[in-house]
């Protein structure tokens, strides 16, 4: 085990490259470009030895991982933003297609107006696309979880993408200490890939054929238990990494200082992290409180929120927000307690553009909360305050 | 024939997966035997490939599948095939 010291971005490149795919393909977009440029590092080096396709577009980055997953290949790439949303179709294609291309999506605001900084939008745009999504609040989290999502990915009760979401620059930009295995360690934890089908011309098939409805519903419905299984499936492989590296970032749902908590705090990505410190402080004046962050949006935790709202009520911090309704994990939240549990909800919009969410930030909301003076849903410091 | 244990859009080859296609068509592409000259264009070009070869070098449509396009008749040189609409009903 040695220990790298590195941003989000090198650090994925990294993990993406010790899980040996054989086809990469990818755009460089803003803020992902460091983690392109981390993968063609490799090349130069001769530490990567797939195929490296430097594409023309998102839209092909995509196509060519569903190509080449599709001829039986393990795949990677990276996209953020527009990059993404430009992938949007073939999104549904590879996740219908059932073809487990392993993605890093740095989370940047969506134009206009023009802004490179951490937002969800573009993830949370992509959610009824079929991937599963993990969101991470740690280069150490981000190296485990793509490594991770392979063997998630790739799992025969699964064969699904995953996306690996995580904040743009905060993370991504940011250089942290990273404990990376050796080489033979991560083959014993990821064995190769064997695809759930492939097209082979000694077994000819077709693929993406026309089929009628009563088929189509079938492969809706055999998507969605595929994210049932991962929900076991998770924590099982965290479990199975924790045992080999030492090393646990929580399964669906990462919790701290829970227990006797009164109140829970919940959010995803690097909010997560900042919000730790704002427990500790929160917890030395006495309250009682603790921190669910969520990693799984897709599949979507329910079980794991419904314990949550039995024991306390809930503050929810979104860095997004579904225009005309509310915040993404807000409103999934409240969703899956409906007549489960009568906990209290209370949702917050906060660093939307990138805007920061400081400890200080995340106490205000939660005292806010805990002093009865937030409404059911609010845009916390939008005047700038 | 290697069959995969997923629900997804993979088929597999077979003679008529969709069904029945020839019950698509609008026009039916008649042919008169005394015209056809057995250059076998159409039997290259049919993008369906309902068109069969006999023994004796004559060639046969089959309407179960042919869906009526039209590519024969417009390749055929001697005008042996010509696309007439379907019977109403
Ligand atoms: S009409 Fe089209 S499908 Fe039918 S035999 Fe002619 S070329 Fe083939
Ligand atoms: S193209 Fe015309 S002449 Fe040639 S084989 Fe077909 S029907 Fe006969």
Redesign the pocket.
């Given at each position: 085990m040695k220990v790298m010291i590195d941003t989000g971005n090198y650090v994925a490149a990294k993990a993406a490259v010790m899980a040996k795919p054989d086809v990469i393909a990818a755009y460089p977009i803003t803020p992902q470009t460091t983690l392109v440029e981390g993968i063609a590092r490799y090349v130069a080096t001769g530490e990567f030895k797939g195929e490296y396709i430097c594409v023309e577009s998102e839209h092909s980055a995509m196509s060519a991982c569903i190509g080449a997953s599709a001829a039986g290949s393990r795949t990677f790439t990276a996209t953020s933003s527009h990059g993404l949303l430009l992938m949007h179709e073939m999104l549904h294609w590879a996740a219908l297609a059932r073809l487990p291309v392993i993605m890093c999506n740095i989370n940047r605001v969506v134009g206009p107006g023009w802004n490179i900084w951490a937002d969800q939008n573009d993830s949370i745009a992509q959610r009824d696309t079929g991937w599963i999504q993990f969101y991470c609040s740690s280069n150490q989290e981000i190296f485990d979880t793509v490594l991770q999502s392979f063997k998630l990915g790739e799992h025969k009760k699964v064969g699904l993408p995953v996306m690996i979401n995580y904040d743009a620059f905060v993370l991504s930009h940011t250089s942290m200490p990273v404990y990376v295995p050796e080489q033979k360690e991560v083959d014993d934890f990821l064995p190769s890939f064997k695809p759930l089908w492939k097209l082979d011309v000694d077994n000819p098939i077709t693929f993406g054929n026309i089929i009628g409805p009563a088929y189509y519903e079938k492969v809706r419905k055999a998507m969605q238990d595929a994210h049932e299984a991962a929900k076991t499936l998770v924590p099982e492989i965290a479990k199975e990494w924790k045992n080999k590296f030492g090393r646990y970032h929580g399964d669906l749902v990462e919790r701290y200082k829970c227990e006797g908590a009164e109140y829970i705090l919940m959010a995803m990505g690097a909010i997560g992290a900042e919000s730790k410190v704002a427990i500790d402080n929160l917890r030395a004046e006495g309250l009682k409180i603790g921190l669910a962050r969520v990693r799984t949006f897709r599949p979507f935790p329910a079980e794991e929120m419904i314990k949550l709202g039995k024991q306390a009520d809930l503050i929810v911090i979104d860095r997004n927000i579904s225009i005309g309704s509310e915040g993404a994990l807000f409103n999934e939240t409240k969703a899956s307690l409906y007549n489960k549990s009568d906990a209290k909800v209370h949702g917050f919009i906060a660093g939307l553009g990138g805007k920061d969410v400081t400890y200080q930030d995340i106490q205000n909301i939660c005292k806010k909360v805990i002093n009865g003076k937030a409404k059911d849903f609010e845009w916390y410091g939008l005047e700038g305050d | 024939m290697k069959k995969y244990d997923v629900v997804t859009s993979i088929s597999y080859p077979k003679k008529g997966a969709m069904g029945k296609t020839g019950s698509w068509r609008v026009f039916k592409?008649k042919l008169d035997k005394n015209k056809c000259v057995k250059c076998l264009q159409?039997w290259v070009?049919?993008?369906?490939g309902?068109?069969t070869k006999n023994k004796d070098g004559t060639i046969d449509?089959d309407y179960e599948y042919?869906?009526?396009?039209?590519?024969?008749?417009n390749v055929c040189k001697v005008k042996a095939?010509i696309?007439e609409r379907e019977a109403e009903g």
């Open positions: - | 592409p159409c070009f049919c993008p369906e309902v068109i449509i042919c869906k009526g396009c039209g590519v024969c008749a095939i696309m």
